[in-house]
């Protein structure tokens, strides 16, 4: 399945905002629930990360959902 430039625009906006938190991708997949492999497939495009996870992922940061739909420096 070809993955979509906005997956991968969300991926990385997703990491940016976890470095921007100083937190590793091991610590975030942990407040998630989801393993360090599958938050590496969300950063990078692979897979496209559930509404609801998006949503967690916004309360766990404490960012609005919008944050992650921004293009990414």
């Known amino acids: 399945m070809e993955k979509t430039g906005s997956v991968v625009m969300i991926g990385k906006c997703i990491a ?3 470095l921007e938190m100083n937190l590793s991708r091991r610590d ?3 407040m998630l629930g989801v393993s ?7 950063e990078a495009g692979k ?7 998006l949503y967690q992922l ?16």
């Open 16 to 18: 940016n905002a976890r």
């Open 28 to 30: 975030l997949a942990g």
């Open 36 to 42: 360090c492999e599958q938050m590496e497939k969300y």
């Open 47 to 53: 897979d496209p990360m559930p509404a609801g996870r």
């Open 58 to 73: 916004s309360e766990v940061l404490g960012l609005p959902v919008t944050e992650f739909f921004k293009q990414p420096n």
